[in-house]
Structures are given as structure tokens and as C-alpha cells.
């Protein structure tokens, strides 16, 4: 039997449960703690400052992680809850088009809006709060803050924990979005204070003197989210059970020795035993995102069997039987998606290459269009018992 790992399923755990689901990733990021809650924003275009009115809506997502986690348990399934880590602001269906003829609306969190000296900088002093809407640096018009700061490390933390202690959570998820601007190789923010004077005191020179991808201040910063790991371990460590830590997000697999070029040293983590189980994300379809799959030279976000088998033997390689690896699927049918029966087969092919590789689990993050239908749940039982 393969384990198999669903994000934000549309059965209940115990239906979930009768296909083989063992875990239940939950996306609970926004809105279930007050301490985190996020606030809705606008920017028009060329105004100086963003605009702030109201709460984000979240409905009720507190008591549904809390019935969530209990119907799971009683299922036998887990719940493992994710954040997206240290994002600190997102511009909604922006798609960085220029010149615009809308003001898309935004969410960012209340610890960004009240501390905006955290949020993480470009070379040229400017973060997300100070671009113009489609003109940042990165490949998505998402801000992010920085994790030099131990303030923004205990404000990630915090809700992780909070997910485990206050909800019963098995696990937690993160879940990071690194994609670049088209052409780029290594992460352009970083340029914050505490890593400036850091580099600075250890090498006599300022880093806006040296090349961004200058590797020692490349590795600097990475280290950040290094050291967030280890703090996280840390406290789940001291809760009195296991608590299973996983990393999710895509673009940074297929060369382990480049990953810290992206902030996230993932085999680094696997070395120092901070993470338990690893989620490498595949699209199985293009979404017609205005770049490329990142670090790809495809021209398109589709990942085709081959190349997914030989990212996750490669993955394989690295971590051995240190932590766990689950090929995850990503694959939507909404706003005009492909026919869902061509991504279930697109599913079961990617899954098999998964398996082939080493593969220890088998994840998949769809829509709703998706999961109403039979022929998707089929597919997932089919890959639980193994007959792809």
C-alpha cells in the first residue's frame, strides 16, 4: 500500500479514509488564530501608500480545523495544517499583466501591516508594500517577510504550534512559494538589516558592494530559514509527542546542491534530521502562469512523467531513508482546466513514475471541480493499492 496525502479534501475523513487517505493536509493558514489574522488591501495604481479596509474573510475556519482534526482521529487519518511561510502580502489574480485597468484586491497579514520594518527587501531598499502592483522583483506579486528577524521567525512559529496544541494536529506543513522573475536564478530578497549588518561585520564590505549571487551572502541568508527549522523543531519537540514536520512547494528539486539559491537548503535540513517528510509538487498540467515552471526550460508549468520520475530519484538520492518523500500532483479544473478525465489519467501516470522512483507517499492538491468527481476518487484507491 502506498500512503497517500490529500490537500483539503471535499469527502468527509472517514470517506477519505475508505480510499486510502492517511493524512489530510488542511490549508487553515488565514484567520484561524487572532494573533494571525490577515486584513483585505488595495493599491491603486500609482498611489504612494496601500489601503486597508476590514478583516479577510475566513468564516468559521477556527471550529472547522477544530471538527476537522476530531472526525480525522476518529477516521484514523491525520490532520496536518500549513502556512505559507513568512508571505506578507498577496495581490489576487494580479497575474502581473501591465498596464492594468483594475485595482485587484490584496490580503496581507495584521503583523505585517503593524511592523512593516519586517518586511523583506530588494536590493534597491523596496518590498512588496512599496512596488507598484505587477512591477516586483519575484514572479508573483507576493510580498513576503524577512526571517532574519527573530520577531518574524516567532510570528511563524507561533501558529505552527499553535495548530498542534490548540487544534491536535499530527503535523504541519510549510509551504513555500519561491517562484523567480523570468531569467533569475537566485532569490532577490534579503537585503534586511539584520543579514546586512551580519555579512558585514563578518567580511569588512557592505553585500550591496558584492554580486547578488555572490554565494557567501546567497548562503547568509538562506540560512535563515535554516535556523527558522531548527527553532520549529525545537518547539514541537517539547509539546511531549511526535509531531511530523513537512515541506511543500515545487521548482527546487532538481538540483539539491542549488536549493540554498532559492533560500531553501533542503538537503541541509534532511542532514541536521529538522524535517520528516518532504511534498516535491509537480504540475501535471499548465495553468498558464505568465513564467515558466521554476528553473525550467520547458516554456510551460506541465512536468511530464519522465522528468517528475527523475526529480524525485534524485530527491532519493539525497535523503535515502532519512525522512519521507510524497510525490505530490497539482492539477486544477476550474476556469477552464482540462477534462478531468484527462488529468486523472495525467494523475495516475505521474503517480506511477512517483512509485517507480522511490517514492514513499503519493500527495495530490486539486480543486473542488476535481474531487466531484467519482473517476478522481477511483484513481486514488487504484494508487493507494499500488495497481498503477
Not at 18 to 33: A, D, M, N, Q, W
Not at 116 to 136: F, I, N
Not at 141 to 163: F, I, K, N, T
Request: glycine share 8%.
Amino acid at each position: 500500500m502506498i500512503d497517500i496525502a490529500i490537500v483539503n479534501p471535499s469527502l468527509s475523513p472517514a470517506k477519505c479514509a475508505e480510499v486510502g487517505v492517511r493524512k489530510i493536509i488542511s490549508t487553515f493558514y488565514e484567520g484561524v488564530l487572532k494573533s494571525h489574522e490577515w486584513l483585505r488591501c488595495r493599491k491603486p495604481a500609482g498611489a504612494a501608500d496601500i489601503e486597508y479596509y476590514g478583516q479577510y474573510p475566513c468564516g468559521e475556519s477556527r471550529e472547522l480545523l477544530r471538527d476537522l482534526s476530531q472526525e480525522a482521529h476518529q477516521a484514523g487519518v491525520e490532520v496536518h495544517p500549513y502556512t505559507l511561510v513568512a508571505v506578507a502580502g498577496v495581490w489576487t489574480g494580479s497575474r502581473r499583466a501591465i498596464p492594468r485597468n483594475i485595482v485587484p484586491d490584496g490580503r496581507i497579514p495584521r503583523f505585517a501591516v503593524e511592523n512593516p520594518e519586517y518586511m523583506s527587501k530588494a536590493r534597491d531598499g523596496r518590498s512588496w508594500l512599496d512596488w507598484e502592483v505587477g512591477e516586483q522583483v519575484l514572479g508573483y506579486d507576493v510580498g513576503y517577510m524577512s526571517l532574519a528577524y527573530p520577531e518574524v521567525r516567532d510570528y511563524v512559529r507561533a501558529a505552527l504550534v499553535a495548530y498542534v496544541q490548540e487544534f491536535g494536529a499530527d503535523g504541519v506543513q510549510l509551504e513555500f512559494v519561491q517562484v523567480l522573475a523570468e531569467g533569475e536564478e537566485v532569490w532577490p530578497l534579503g537585503y534586511d538589516a539584520p543579514a546586512i549588518a551580519e555579512y558585514t561585520e563578518a567580511h569588512g564590505v557592505n553585500p550591496h558592494q558584492i554580486e547578488d549571487e555572490d554565494e557567501v551572502w546567497t548562503r547568509l541568508r538562506a540560512s535563515y530559514y535554516t535556523q527558522l527549522m531548527r527553532e520549529l523543531r525545537d518547539d514541537l519537540s517539547r509539546l511531549g509527542r511526535k509531531v511530523e514536520i513537512s515541506v511543500a512547494t515545487e521548482g527546487i528539486w532538481a538540483d539539491p546542491d542549488s536549493a540554498y539559491k532559492l533560500m531553501l537548503d533542503w538537503p541541509a535540513w534532511v542532514e541536521e534530521g529538522l524535517v520528516d517528510a518532504l511534498h516535491p509538487r509537480f504540475w501535471i498540467m499548465d495553468p498558464h502562469y505568465p513564467l515558466s515552471y521554476p528553473n525550467s526550460d520547458t516554456g510551460s508549468w506541465y512536468v511530464n512523467p519522465a522528468r517528475i520520475g527523475k526529480e524525485i530519484s534524485t530527491v532519493k538520492e539525497v535523503v535515502g531513508e532519512r525522512c519521507d518523500i510524497y510525490g505530490t500532483v497539482l492539477g486544477k479544473n476550474g476556469s477552464g482546466g482540462m477534462p478531468v478525465g484527462d488529468l486523472v489519467e495525467r494523475t495516475l501516470a505521474a503517480a506511477k513514475a512517483m512509485i517507480e522512483s522511490g517514492a514513499d507517499g503519493f500527495s495530490t492538491y486539486v480543486d473542488e471541480h476535481v474531487m466531484a468527481e467519482c473517476s478522481f476518487w477511483r484513481a486514488i484507491n487504484q494508487i493507494h493499492t499500488e495497481r498503477v
